[in-house]
Every structure is written in C-alpha cells, then in structure tokens.
C-alpha cells in the first residue's frame, strides 16, 4: 500500500505552523510533541502507520473553518478525525497533513422531542445520541458495534451499518441536515433539523455521507430520533450446514419478514465463544442463525412464530427463542464476544467487509474455503447475514514474516469474490486506504472519473484526507476542460436531430 | 433517424442515449430530458434545443423478490412496477406520487426514472424513508456521452461516493438515468385507517406527535379536506394481521373521540387520493405548493398564511410536517413572493408543484438555497455536464 510522497518542506515547517495553529485554538489543543502524537499514528487498522504532522483539536466549528482557511492557503493537507476506529485506514494520518480530531466538538446541541430531532456536533459518541434521549422514549437507530467509541461525524463520513440496519436502515437514511465546511473554510449547510428540511435540493448531503472525510469536515449532523421498540425478542437457529442456514436467511425474507438483525456465526466462531460464554453449542451445529424480531409485543410474536416455521421447514437442528430480556441479553453475548473470542485464538486477525446480494452467501462462502487452504490461513466467519454484510475473520501472525502480506491477499480475494458476484467491496467500513487499490475491480476508469470531478467541485486543491479512496489523484485541473474523443462523432454525416 | 422526426430522441438503449447526448455535445444542441413528460410542469421550465425522451428504456433488467431488489430502465412505469411487485407481495415502501392529476396528464405513464428525477416521497415517508433511501444503484451517461454506473444493488454500500443520492431528486440536471436499482420491500399483510373529525390545527399535531412518539409503526398521519368539506384526520396502521388489530386498539383508546375504520381495499384507495393530492382540487388558474416544515410550526404557520391570503385551501400530511396548498390565481407574482417570505422565516421549504411557466421561471420551483450551496450545486452539475447540456434552467433561475 503506498501513499502519496509526503513534502519535506511542509515537513520542516511543522514548529511554525504549530504556532500560527495554536492562535486559531489555543496552546494546549495543537499536539507537536513527538510521544503525544503516537497515539494517533493509526485508526483501527494497526497494519497501518503514519505519524501525523501536528494533530490539532478545535473546540468550535468557527475554530474549524480558521483552521481549513488557513490550511488551504498554505497547501497544508488535512485528515478528519473522530474516535479512530476506522476499519479501512480512513483516519490514517499523512506525515505531511495535520490530523484534524473531533474529540472536542462533542456536545448535543439540541433535543427537540416533539419533532423527534437531535442536533449533534460530529464528536458526539453515538451511543451518547441514544442515552440522551432515552428518557423521552427515543432512540437513534443505526447501531455499529463501535458504537460505545465511534463519533457521529466518522458515522456519517463512512455511513456506518450496524445490526440492526436490516430493518432500520443506515447512517445516510437517519441524517436530516449536515453543516460542513469546505477546503476553503467556506461553511455550506444542507438540509435542515426537521423531516423533508432538504427537499427541492441537490441531494449533497447524500454525497458527503460515506465521503469518508475526502468532500468536507463534517460540524453539525441532525439526525432522526426514533421510538424505542416495545418488545424485542432473538431467535437462535442452528443448522447442521452452512448452506441450510444461507437457504433459511433467504427464506425468512422470502416469508415476508424483515427481522430487526439477522447475524450468522459459523463452528469456529462458536467454539471460540463457548468457552467465554460457558455454554456448548450441539455437536452437529455447523452454523447458527439469530434473528431479532421487534415491535409491538402481538406483533413480535406472530412474527416469532412464522420464522419458528421457516426455520423447521429449513432443517433447524434447534430454535431457541428468548422469553426475557436476560434471555435475548445471553443469546446475543455469543455473537458481541465472537470478535474478542476469534482475537483470543491467534495473535492477529483481519477482518474484511464485503457485502454479496443475499443468494450469493453459499456460493461465496465455499470460495472462502478453498482459498483458506490456498494461503494456509485459518478463518473464520460471523457477519450481518440479513444484509449480505461479510466479515470473514483472518488469522494470522504479524510476528511470522510474510503472513500479514498473506492475510491481505486473502482478503482481497475474498473481496474480488464479492464484486464478482454482485456485490461490493465495503458494506460499511469504507474504502479508506485499505480497499483502495481494488476500487478498480469495482468500477470502470469512467466510473471512478464520474466520481473524482465530484471531488473537484468540493475540493479542487485535493487538500482533503488525500491518498484515501481513490487509486490515482484527480487531477482536477485537467478534468475542468471537456475531453475531446479525439473529434471523433458517430456517423457525422447522418442529421440526428 | 429522419430530419422530420426530429425534435424529440427516443431511444431504446443506454448505448443510443449516449450516442446522442455525445453528438448533441459536439453540436453544442441542449436536451430536455424526459421520461414519458408526465410531469413536466413539475420544477421549472426548461429551455432546451431538442428532446431527450427516455420512455423507451423499459425493460426490466432483473427482479429478485428474495433479494428485495429490482433493477429496471428508466422508463418501466410506475404502475407497471408497482404491479409487478404486487405479484410477489411486494411494494415500493416510499410510495411515490404522480401529481399528474394537478398536470393534466395521464398518471398511468408516469415513470421509475421520473420518480428518481423528482424524488418525491408519499404519505410513508414519515416511517418508511424517502425515495433515496430506496435507490441502491443508477446507470447513465453524463453530459459528456460517458455511460457510468454507481452504487450496486446491495442495502449496504460504501464504495466510493454515493452518486446514486446525488442524481436522485437531481431533476435529469446531471445525468440522463438509464437504469435504476431500487430496494423493494414486503407490503403489509393488513392495513386499515381510522378516520376522526378534525380539531384545530395544534390539537391535531399534538394527537399526531403522541402517535407517533409510540413503537407502532403508523405509516400515515394526515389532516384532509373530506368530500363534504369538512375536515378529518387519518392514522394509517399497517402490519401483520394480529399485530394491525392490537395496534388499532392502542390508538383507538387515545383518541379523543370513537374513529370510522376504513379497512383494505377502500384505505388504500384513501392514502392514494392523500398521495395524489386530490382534496386539494385546485381551480385551473390556482397555484400549488408544497411546504415543508417542522410540524410544531405548521399551525401557526398556516393560520399566517391563510390571514395573509396566500392559502386558499389546504391540507396537511406528514404528521403535520407538509403542508399542501392552493393559492388563488389573482395577483400569483405578489403572493408567491410572500408566502416564500414566511416559510423561509422559519426555515421551511416551499415548493411550487404547479404554476404558470412565466412564474416559476421568475421564483424558481425549488425553494432557493444559499449562495454558498448555489454555488456547489453549480460546480458538481459541472463535474457532470460541462457544457450545461441537460435541462437548462430545471433547478435554477437565472438572476
Ligand atoms: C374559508 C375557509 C376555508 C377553509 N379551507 C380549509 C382547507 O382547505 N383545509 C382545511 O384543512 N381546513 C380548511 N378550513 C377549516 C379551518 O376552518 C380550520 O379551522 C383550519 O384547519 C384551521 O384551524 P386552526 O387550528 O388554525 O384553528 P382555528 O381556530 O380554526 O383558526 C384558524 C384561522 O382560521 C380562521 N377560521 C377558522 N374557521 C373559520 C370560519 N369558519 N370562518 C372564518 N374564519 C375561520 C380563524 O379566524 C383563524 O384565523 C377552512 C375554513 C374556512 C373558513
Ligand atoms: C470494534 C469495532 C467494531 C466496529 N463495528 C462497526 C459496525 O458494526 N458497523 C460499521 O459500520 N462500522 C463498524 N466499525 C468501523 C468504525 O467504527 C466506523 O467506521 C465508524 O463510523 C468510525 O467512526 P470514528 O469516529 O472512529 O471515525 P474515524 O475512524 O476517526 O474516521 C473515519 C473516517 O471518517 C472521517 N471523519 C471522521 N470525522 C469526520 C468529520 N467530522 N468530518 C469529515 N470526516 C470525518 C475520517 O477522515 C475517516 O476517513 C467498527 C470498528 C471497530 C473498531
């Protein structure tokens, strides 16, 4: 993975830009010291370093937009940054870019119940969202399992998923207004603090959401606020093979139900989990199935019923289904530990992110098999079923040379396998600086053109998170002119009009 | 192609419109691009050399019920679609409007490209999402003659910018769409709709913000104008069949007064008259607007404009957070201009859905935005369509 060649000149600059920085935010909010900025070497890829130029922390958005101006007029590149947990190396510093951290901005700006809005600065932890509402009733519904750290602004900026995203949808269909700020330091705001508030507009909003941070630093999300369900209840499913359980994710749907979360775990993941958990799993399990149901408590157990049945008529070696909620809490732990399990398992791990349309699952997950003997690496799989949400899990050893390079190639190929059949390379963990290089397998060289003159009405210096997304530079200047298909027109001689 | 038949382009392949839109880029030509036209009175109007007609792209590329996904050209129709879809249990959750009641113009045409170029959303939005909340992936040509694709056909998707939002609600003023992928969902197995009269505006907003603060999952809350001219409100419970009739229990005991049940067939023909508008029956010279807002606003807000004369009849869906109206054709310049007044004092969005050309050219269909945003809607139409070749004047209103 290479990056782009950082400036030894804006290097050497890097005492008098801490300066001119600290009269935009104050003395102790720039971070030039070499041991302080360690900690922000890398987001939640550790495979990944770079020690960032200065990492500074603005306490206001105007603070922000002083910051960007500046860095624009000295062709100073930025990178944003919320909690760093960053599964694609999105928050990956530059050595020669100032890290732009969000961790100050984190207030709730304004609960407004009746039109069931939050304002939120972008460093506002999503969980907070939900506890600050909960007494009303409410929640936010996108739901990432980092949701105890990750930041509502790196939730926007990779619309991150969660479990529940099946049902509820994710980051870009609960946001209702976003205030950003431009390269230039320009403030731009969109939509607004209430439903429909961004109607008979160009839907840019939609475009910075998922922008992983390359478009605009994000400064003010309103979000959706929901009802918190009535009742929730888990059913677990285990199934002698993994095709049966891919054939009864399909059928659930096909029922007619779309469950709240829809997780799969195959048997490595549940042996790795039954010592944590003190529980066994049946020894002809192969894999096992949750399915949440909620809603109104009548509802919840009709819809109970129906996936009972599907799940019979599927093969089910077992159903469990939870009457409590101490019971939905404890079928649910085997599936929050299943990472840390893995992790306890081997030294390293490497988890990849992509998402295959649903009937695909078995066909991709025997590929998975076959090229885990090719590398001679162990694997496992836990992942977002409903959705087609993979996250094979790669174990490997850093400290045995060449087992990084060959986890990544696993995982690359795991990731050609997705687009291949359909799919895409990240269903919520972005593209960053680790699935850059693949973009290409995606998109044709005028689809990833279509989207780079996006990038130039944003940001045409290129000034912003750099590097990320994109195999090759814009080059916005030479996109400006029309290109000329060497003057060549169809059939010029036949009037078409 | 013959010289006669000229001034509308119907094409039937992606690879045609591109051919076209690059020979009408190296002849310096511009395009009103349409689906079937049914709704061109919708935004403002275009000035454009020829016509880029893409009804003809009507095939369905592949329907996987399982998958809940469908990708279709552009000008499959809607109720071919929703017909479709209907087979197989299905629907599409953000219930799009054809307005063509208001346009003179035969509904049945109405397009899947059109309703992506609009992006305009139905009564369920307030529950289910907007019509970008459903659009996973879009293949078209920009105003160079490059055919792209963006997005996928998967929920989940984060590769690359998310172009698919962008063109959707765009107005054909970036890309002539070719095909659409859109997420499908189950319909409900049960629907029924209780029908109260109304009470003053505030009172009504009130009932629909205690509805709506409960997990019941309402996927309509209008205050209409009922056939015999007096006003009713309507709750729209869908689900399971257990699950609709403990939900309308629950609601029926936070009414203030008994409500009439509408069940199946004649509710869903209700929420299509509510989703087409029809109580508002605006006279011929009569202007139509659509206003966003945030519902706690929406009483005091229409009670102003009516006073002031800028509403003549209206109603209200959304659980209180659009408001439809008519305004009287007398003095359109001087009224338009001071209902846009109001709404944007308290930050609403006014949208003119029916005017004569001249006004909508003078105020613009949309309501405007700011400078700064102008702007960036300027360069990214740019990123698209260097030349302006696309709908000339769909989104913007020359100063
Ligand atoms: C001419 C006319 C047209 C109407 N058109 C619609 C319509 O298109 N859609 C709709 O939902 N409702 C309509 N209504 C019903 C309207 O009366 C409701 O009261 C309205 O929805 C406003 O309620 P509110 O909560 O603002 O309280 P209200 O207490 O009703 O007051 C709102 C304002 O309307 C005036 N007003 C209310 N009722 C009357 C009346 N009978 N005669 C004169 N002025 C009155 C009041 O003076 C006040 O300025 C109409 C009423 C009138 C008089
Ligand atoms: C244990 C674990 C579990 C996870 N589970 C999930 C999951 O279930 N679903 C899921 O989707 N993801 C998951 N992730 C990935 C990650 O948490 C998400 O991508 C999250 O949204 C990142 O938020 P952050 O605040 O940490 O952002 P960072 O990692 O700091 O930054 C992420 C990206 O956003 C940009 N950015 C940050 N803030 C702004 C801003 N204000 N304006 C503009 N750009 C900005 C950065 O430049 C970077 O490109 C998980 C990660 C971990 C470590």
Redesign the pocket.
């Known amino acids: 993975m290479q990056m782009p060649e950082p400036s030894q000149d804006i290097m050497n600059q890097r005492e008098a830009l801490a300066v001119a920085l600290r009269q935009i935010v104050g003395q102790e909010w720039v971070i030039s010291d070499e041991a302080e900025r360690r900690p922000y070497q890398c987001?939640?890829i550790t495979a990944y370093m770079a020690m960032p130029l200065l990492v500074v922390l603005p306490g206001s958005a105007a603070e922000v937009q002083q910051i960007l101006r500046f860095c624009h007029a000295k062709g100073i590149k930025v990178?944003?940054?919320?909690?760093?947990?960053?599964?694609?190396g999105?928050?990956l510093p530059l050595e020669d870019g100032i890290l732009?951290?969000?961790s100050r901005?984190c207030n709730v700006l304004e609960v407004d119940a009746a039109n069931r809005v939050a304002r939120l600065q972008?460093?506002v932890?999503?969980i907070k969202i939900s506890e600050a509402v909960q007494h009303l009733g409410l929640c936010y519904m996108p739901?990432?399992?980092?949701?105890l750290?990750?930041?509502?602004?790196?939730?926007?900026?990779?619309?991150?998923?969660?479990?529940h995203c099946l049902k509820y949808g994710?980051?870009a269909n609960h946001i209702l207004g976003l205030e950003?700020v431009l390269m230039t330091g320009e403030v731009i705001r969109l939509g607004g603090a209430y439903l429909g508030a961004a109607e008979g507009e160009m839907d840019l909003m939609g475009v910075l959401t998922g922008?992983?941070?390359?478009?605009?630093?994000?400064?003010e999300i309103a979000v959706r606020l929901e009802p918190v369900p009535e009742v929730a209840r888990v059913i677990s499913m285990s199934f002698a093979s993994v095709e049966q359980a891919c054939a009864c994710v399909g059928a659930i749907v096909g029922a007619g139900i779309i469950p709240a979360g829809l997780e799969f775990m195959d048997r490595k993941v549940l042996d790795a989990v039954s010592v944590l958990i003190r529980e066994t799993f049946d020894s002809n399990t192969a894999a096992l199935l949750l399915c949440e149901l909620d809603g109104t408590a009548v509802e919840v157990d009709a819809l109970v019923d129906v996936v009972s049945d599907v799940a019979r008529t599927q093969g089910a070696i077992e159903t469990k289904v939870s009457t409590t909620e101490e019971e939905r809490q404890r079928i649910w732990s085997s599936r929050k530990l299943a990472?840390s399990a893995i992790g306890k398992l081997c030294p390293d791990y490497y988890c990849t992110d992509g998402t295959i349309p649903r009937n695909k699952l078995p066909e991709v997950l025997n590929k998975m098999a076959d090229m885990s003997v090719k590398y001679g690496l162990d694997y496992a799989n836990c992942f977002?079923a409903g959705d087609g949400n993979l996250h094979p899990i790669i174990m490997y050893d850093a400290a045995k040379p060449g087992d990084l390079e060959k986890a990544e190639a696993f995982g690359a190929d795991v990731l050609i396998a997705c687009v291949d059949a359909g799919g895409v390379l990240s269903?919520?963990?972005?593209v960053?600086v680790e699935k850059r290089d693949l973009m290409t397998h995606q998109f044709t060289d005028i689809d990833l053109n279509q989207q780079q003159m996006v990038k130039c009405a944003f940001d045409p210096a290129e000034l912003l998170?750099p590097g990320?997304v994109f195999p090759t530079a814009c080059r916005c200047a030479e996109f400006g002119r029309m290109h000329v298909r060497n003057g060549v027109v169809r059939f010029p001689d036949i009037p078409r009009f | 192609m013959t010289q006669t038949e000229t001034a509308c382009l119907r094409p039937s392949t992606t690879q045609d419109v591109a051919d076209i839109i690059m020979d009408a880029a190296a002849a310096g030509h511009t395009l009103a691009v349409t689906g079937n036209g049914t709704r061109r009175g919708f935004g403002n109007p275009v000035a454009a050399s020829r016509e880029l007609t893409l009804g003809g792209l009507d095939q369905v590329v592949f329907y996987d019920p399982e998958d809940l996904v469908i990708r279709a050209g552009v000008g499959l129709t809607l109720d071919e679609l929703e017909s479709m879809l209907a087979q197989k249990g299905q629907y599409l959750p953000f219930e799009p409007p054809r307005y063509t009641g208001l346009y003179g113009t035969d509904g049945q045409r109405s397009t899947l490209g059109g309703a992506v170029a609009t992006a305009l959303s139905g009564p369920r939005r307030i529950l289910s999402g907007a019509v970008r909340d459903f659009v996973l992936g879009v293949e078209g040509v920009n105003g160079q003659g490059d055919v792209f694709k963006a997005g996928g056909r998967t929920m989940k998707n984060?590769t690359g910018y998310d172009l698919s939002k962008l063109v959707t609600g765009a107005c054909g003023t970036l890309a002539a769409l070719t095909t659409v992928t859109i997420k499908v969902l189950p319909a409900p197995r049960a629907e029924l709709t209780l029908v109260l009269p109304a009470s003053t505006l505030e009172e009504d907003r009130a009932l629909f913000e205690k509805i709506r603060a409960l997990p019941l999952g309402v996927g309509g809350l209008a205050r209409r104008v009922a056939v015999d001219g007096k006003c009713e409100v309507v709750i729209r419970v869908e689900g399971t069949v257990p699950g609709v009739a403990g939900n309308r229990q629950v609601l029926e005991a936070l009414l203030p007064t008994p409500p009439r049940v509408v069940e199946q067939e004649e509710s869903q023909a209700l929420w299509r008259d509510i989703r087409e508008l029809s109580c508002l029956a605006p006279k011929a010279d009569e202007l139509v607007w659509r206003v966003n807002l945030p519902a706690t606003a929406m009483p005091a807000f229409v009670d102003e404009a009516r006073k002031a004369g800028c509403i003549n009849r209206f109603f209200v869906d959304w659980a209180g957070g659009i408001v439809f109206s008519t305004m009287r054709g007398v003095q359109p310049e001087v009224d338009a201009l001071r209902y846009r007044k109001m709404a944007e004092k308290i930050g609403a969005r006014a949208m003119i859905l029916r005017a004569p050309d001249s006004i909508r050219s003078q105020f613009g269909a949309f309501p405007p935005v700011a400078a700064g945003v102008a702007a960036l809607e300027q360069r990214t139409r740019a990123a698209f369509d260097p030349a302006g070749i696309f709908n000339p004047g769909r989104m913007t209103v020359q100063a």
């Open positions: 987001d939640g990178v944003p940054r919320g909690s760093g947990t960053s599964l694609s999105g928050a732009l951290v969000t901005l972008p460093g932890p999503n739901d990432p399992s980092s949701q750290i990750s930041t509502i602004g790196g939730n926007v900026a990779e619309n991150a998923g969660g479990v994710v980051t950003a922008s992983e941070g390359l478009l605009a630093m994000v400064t990472f977002h269903g919520e963990h972005g960053g998170n990320k | 984060v």
